[in-house]
């Protein structure tokens, strides 16, 4: 990809070797290198109508009366992790962005900074997942960018993507969550923690060996098929970094109600527990990339629930807690011993680069 | 989790929370000791579950809450040497010293490292033999002896660019200056970890010269309700002594592997405690035999004047004479994003567990 230019999709031959290649400076140059790297990569995996166009900009058709638009950037450190990649994360964040706005995500914007020197071979790989799960989620990359910097001046590869959506007028008012109100159940679909958990376990320098697989997933597909049933879905938010702890926080802060969860039925692994207990976590505050919050009027919550068990990024969803009229402003946890205290928002970094 | 659901079985807890009710006349305080206490009991909410009658106040056992800014100061100026890499636990590096921070020095580009055990600060080390790595020693008996154990391995192995800053502090001292300077307790939930190293002969002067009770606690909360209704039953029955609630981990005669590595490596010295002052004979030095792994020794700097911040009663709470809500600073001018004191940086600081859990 040159520089803001749409992607060609003329595939030559290289003689680029993809097994013991390096990426060069060359190939953020806009020169011969650029378009061998687009060529041979980016336009080989991503391949739809739109990125043909070849124009400075994606050109796209209008649809709908409102549309939802948001950027991500991502720095994950390892780049690989059990359950996915830098490049699974890249799309379903956004993807992820858009749904819980309660748009219908369609297009993405993809932009890399790849060190020099960073292995042809892995961000092969990269790519190939980000095509997949773009596919799979039904969206189109449309656009793209590359620029490589001397070697030490990035970590190996940092992407940032771009996302457009659109949405029913009707959903207009679930990314602000003004319809909530006490009575109102919460539900998340499924285990929280697994993400940051499986991050951390990845980096090589704790030593420590677990099965625990990032939940990283697009999720626009569980979110579409429940507001098909629901008109009472009055809030959504996916529970990335600062985790579920961080979003509960955020829904009561200056509101004039509160909320109270209750601790037994939140679902935590057991693997994601115990290497919470080894390093001191609260699974409350991990992050997570495949995990939705939502708000839900009383009388929808058990159909809303059953709906999006029926997905398979939903299976462990349960209700775990409601909006109350009392303690205003904050989120109270009933821990599972009987006792009460306060889910306060995630102060500092508890966890760096973990998206 | 094996070993840890047991120990938070609602039924057990409910179960002592009604044997306490059902004991407790008198109203009591009681202290726990140790910072990893006082997180236990606001992550659980506890004193939702207690009787009127008790209050718990946090005690002086947050290791990072009770350090000096001048060793803080005297870090960041190690930091600041292009020979030094610094290797510390994850709580120092946000502490306030006097006019820095490890994270700030971080930033402006000193090689500062989180590790999670000492070893991971020899492995720097023996990669790093062109640096001098100085690994921040703080805690109390508890992790004492991990810096002893690595000092010794170093000098086995050694790695001669390996060297410690002991922040290492003993537990006794600074809970008997407690009762001397007149603070109003009735028992100690004695810290678990500590006593798991000592054993339990260090606190016997407690009941014998003070008449007031210690029991040596787990972490979970069925070990914390079960260490309550314990000194509740002691202090109703007037019969206060020395009790182990958590004989899984800890033996009456302690771990004495550990305690001779203890000796061999340090030495007592008075040291300076935030809110109890200088305490005799609480602070372990690296002695002569091993001073060429002291960094006080090794490396000179100079270090800035201290500055303690205003308003901040870190102190006070240290000594349970305040709680955290009573601080001016306190969830307004000091959160654990932006902490004044370091009883809001620390994860074992009460100050910061009130605000996660209690506010």
């Given at each position: 990809m040159t520089t803001t230019t749409t992607m060609t999709t003329i595939i030559t031959l290289t003689t680029m070797n993809s097994k013991t290649e390096k990426i060069l400076l060359g190939h953020g140059s806009g020169g011969k290198l650029s378009h061998e790297l687009i060529d041979t990569l980016f336009a080989r995996h991503f391949k739809n109508p739109i990125l043909d166009q070849q124009s400075d900009s994606a050109i796209i058709p209008l649809v709908g009366s409102h549309m939802a638009y948001t950027t991500d950037s991502f720095v994950v450190d390892p780049l690989f992790f059990p359950g996915g990649n830098i490049g699974n994360l890249a799309v379903a964040g956004t993807v992820n962005d858009l749904a819980v706005s309660g748009a219908k995500p369609l297009y993405l914007s993809v932009g890399f900074i790849i060190e020099e020197g960073f292995s042809y071979s892995e961000l092969e790989k990269i790519v190939i997942s980000m095509a997949e799960d773009a596919k799979s989620a039904g969206v189109t990359i449309v656009t793209g960018d590359t620029k490589v910097v001397d070697k030490g001046k990035c970590d190996k590869v940092f992407i940032n993507t771009s996302g457009i959506g659109v949405l029913n007028k009707i959903h207009t008012e679930i990314s602000s969550g003004s319809k909530i109100k006490p009575g109102d159940k919460i539900i998340i679909n499924g285990s929280i923690g697994d993400h940051g958990m499986s991050v951390m376990a990845a980096r090589n320098e704790l030593n420590i060996k677990t099965h625990i697989t990032s939940d990283c997933a697009c999720l626009n597909q569980l979110i579409a098929d429940t507001l098909k049933i629901s008109n009472n879905i009055k809030f959504m938010r996916d529970a990335t970094r600062g985790g579920l702890g961080t979003v509960l926080s955020e829904i009561v802060t200056g509101s004039d109600y509160g909320i109270q969860v209750e601790e037994d039925n939140l679902v935590i692994h057991e693997n994601v527990r115990g290497l919470c207990e080894l390093l001191g976590f609260d699974p409350l505050y991990v992050a997570n990339e495949g995990k939705v919050v939502l708000v839900v009027g009383r009388e929808d919550a058990d159909t809303v629930l059953d709906k999006i068990k029926e997905s398979p990024f939903g299976k462990?969803?349960?209700?775990i807690g409601e909006i109350s009229e009392i303690h205003k402003g904050m989120a109270w946890l009933n821990t599972n011993v009987g006792g009460k205290r306060v889910i306060e928002m995630l102060s500092g970094q508890q966890l760096p680069r973990i998206c | 989790m094996k070993y840890i659901d047991e120990y938070r079985n609602k039924g057990m807890v409910q179960y002592y929370a009604g044997q306490i009710k059902n004991i407790s006349t008198k109203h009591i305080r009681l202290m726990e000791v140790c910072g990893g206490h006082t997180m236990s009991i606001q992550k659980f909410g506890l004193p939702y579950l207690l009787p009127e009658t008790i209050e718990l106040v946090s005690g002086p056992g947050c290791p990072v809450c009770v350090t000096s800014r001048e060793y803080i100061d005297r870090a960041v100026a190690y930091s600041r040497r292009d020979d030094v890499i610094i290797t510390t636990y994850g709580d120092l590096i946000r502490v306030p010293g006097s006019t820095s921070t490890l994270e700030k020095e971080k930033a402006s580009g000193a090689d500062i490292r989180i590790v999670y055990s000492i070893l991971d600060a020899m492995l720097i080390a023996k990669k790093n033999r062109r640096k001098k790595v100085v690994f921040l020693g703080i805690g109390f008996e508890t992790t004492a002896p991990s810096s002893a154990a690595g000092i010794i391995k170093a000098q086995t192995a050694a790695l001669n660019n390996f060297l410690v800053y002991s922040a290492h502090k003993v537990m006794p001292p600074a809970m008997e200056t407690l009762i001397d300077e007149g603070v109003n307790i009735d028992g100690y939930i004695g810290p678990g970890h500590v006593s798991t190293i000592t054993g339990q002969g260090i606190y016997m002067n407690i009941p014998k010269k003070y008449n007031m009770g210690v029991v040596i606690s787990g972490f979970e909360p069925v070990d914390l309700m079960q260490s309550i209704y314990m000194l509740v039953q002691q202090i109703e029955d007037n019969d206060p002594k020395v009790e182990i609630q958590y004989t899984r981990v800890v033996k009456p005669e302690g771990n004495i592997i550990a305690q001779q590595m203890l000796d061999e490596v340090f030495e007592y010295r008075d040291d300076w405690w935030r809110g109890l002052g200088i305490l005799k004979n609480s602070g372990l030095k690296i002695n002569k035999k091993y001073e060429s792994y002291d960094a006080e020794k090794m490396i000179e700097v100079e270090v800035e004047p201290t500055i303690e911040p205003k308003g901040c009663i870190c102190g006070l709470i240290l000594k349970g004479e305040k709680k955290p809500k009573d601080c001016g600073l306190f969830g307004s001018t000091c959160t654990p994003s932006d902490p004044v004191g370091a009883c809001m940086v620390s994860s074992e600081g009460a100050c910061q567990a009130y605000y996660l859990y209690n506010r």
């Amino acid at each position: 990809m040159t520089t803001t230019t749409t992607m060609t999709t003329i595939i030559t031959l290289t003689t680029m070797n993809s097994k013991t290649e390096k990426i060069l400076l060359g190939h953020g140059s806009g020169g011969k290198l650029s378009h061998e790297l687009i060529d041979t990569l980016f336009a080989r995996h991503f391949k739809n109508p739109i990125l043909d166009q070849q124009s400075d900009s994606a050109i796209i058709p209008l649809v709908g009366s409102h549309m939802a638009y948001t950027t991500d950037s991502f720095v994950v450190d390892p780049l690989f992790f059990p359950g996915g990649n830098i490049g699974n994360l890249a799309v379903a964040g956004t993807v992820n962005d858009l749904a819980v706005s309660g748009a219908k995500p369609l297009y993405l914007s993809v932009g890399f900074i790849i060190e020099e020197g960073f292995s042809y071979s892995e961000l092969e790989k990269i790519v190939i997942s980000m095509a997949e799960d773009a596919k799979s989620a039904g969206v189109t990359i449309v656009t793209g960018d590359t620029k490589v910097v001397d070697k030490g001046k990035c970590d190996k590869v940092f992407i940032n993507t771009s996302g457009i959506g659109v949405l029913n007028k009707i959903h207009t008012e679930i990314s602000s969550g003004s319809k909530i109100k006490p009575g109102d159940k919460i539900i998340i679909n499924g285990s929280i923690g697994d993400h940051g958990m499986s991050v951390m376990a990845a980096r090589n320098e704790l030593n420590i060996k677990t099965h625990i697989t990032s939940d990283c997933a697009c999720l626009n597909q569980l979110i579409a098929d429940t507001l098909k049933i629901s008109n009472n879905i009055k809030f959504m938010r996916d529970a990335t970094r600062g985790g579920l702890g961080t979003v509960l926080s955020e829904i009561v802060t200056g509101s004039d109600y509160g909320i109270q969860v209750e601790e037994d039925n939140l679902v935590i692994h057991e693997n994601v527990r115990g290497l919470c207990e080894l390093l001191g976590f609260d699974p409350l505050y991990v992050a997570n990339e495949g995990k939705v919050v939502l708000v839900v009027g009383r009388e929808d919550a058990d159909t809303v629930l059953d709906k999006i068990k029926e997905s398979p990024f939903g299976k462990e969803a349960s209700i775990i807690g409601e909006i109350s009229e009392i303690h205003k402003g904050m989120a109270w946890l009933n821990t599972n011993v009987g006792g009460k205290r306060v889910i306060e928002m995630l102060s500092g970094q508890q966890l760096p680069r973990i998206c | 989790m094996k070993y840890i659901d047991e120990y938070r079985n609602k039924g057990m807890v409910q179960y002592y929370a009604g044997q306490i009710k059902n004991i407790s006349t008198k109203h009591i305080r009681l202290m726990e000791v140790c910072g990893g206490h006082t997180m236990s009991i606001q992550k659980f909410g506890l004193p939702y579950l207690l009787p009127e009658t008790i209050e718990l106040v946090s005690g002086p056992g947050c290791p990072v809450c009770v350090t000096s800014r001048e060793y803080i100061d005297r870090a960041v100026a190690y930091s600041r040497r292009d020979d030094v890499i610094i290797t510390t636990y994850g709580d120092l590096i946000r502490v306030p010293g006097s006019t820095s921070t490890l994270e700030k020095e971080k930033a402006s580009g000193a090689d500062i490292r989180i590790v999670y055990s000492i070893l991971d600060a020899m492995l720097i080390a023996k990669k790093n033999r062109r640096k001098k790595v100085v690994f921040l020693g703080i805690g109390f008996e508890t992790t004492a002896p991990s810096s002893a154990a690595g000092i010794i391995k170093a000098q086995t192995a050694a790695l001669n660019n390996f060297l410690v800053y002991s922040a290492h502090k003993v537990m006794p001292p600074a809970m008997e200056t407690l009762i001397d300077e007149g603070v109003n307790i009735d028992g100690y939930i004695g810290p678990g970890h500590v006593s798991t190293i000592t054993g339990q002969g260090i606190y016997m002067n407690i009941p014998k010269k003070y008449n007031m009770g210690v029991v040596i606690s787990g972490f979970e909360p069925v070990d914390l309700m079960q260490s309550i209704y314990m000194l509740v039953q002691q202090i109703e029955d007037n019969d206060p002594k020395v009790e182990i609630q958590y004989t899984r981990v800890v033996k009456p005669e302690g771990n004495i592997i550990a305690q001779q590595m203890l000796d061999e490596v340090f030495e007592y010295r008075d040291d300076w405690w935030r809110g109890l002052g200088i305490l005799k004979n609480s602070g372990l030095k690296i002695n002569k035999k091993y001073e060429s792994y002291d960094a006080e020794k090794m490396i000179e700097v100079e270090v800035e004047p201290t500055i303690e911040p205003k308003g901040c009663i870190c102190g006070l709470i240290l000594k349970g004479e305040k709680k955290p809500k009573d601080c001016g600073l306190f969830g307004s001018t000091c959160t654990p994003s932006d902490p004044v004191g370091a009883c809001m940086v620390s994860s074992e600081g009460a100050c910061q567990a009130y605000y996660l859990y209690n506010r």
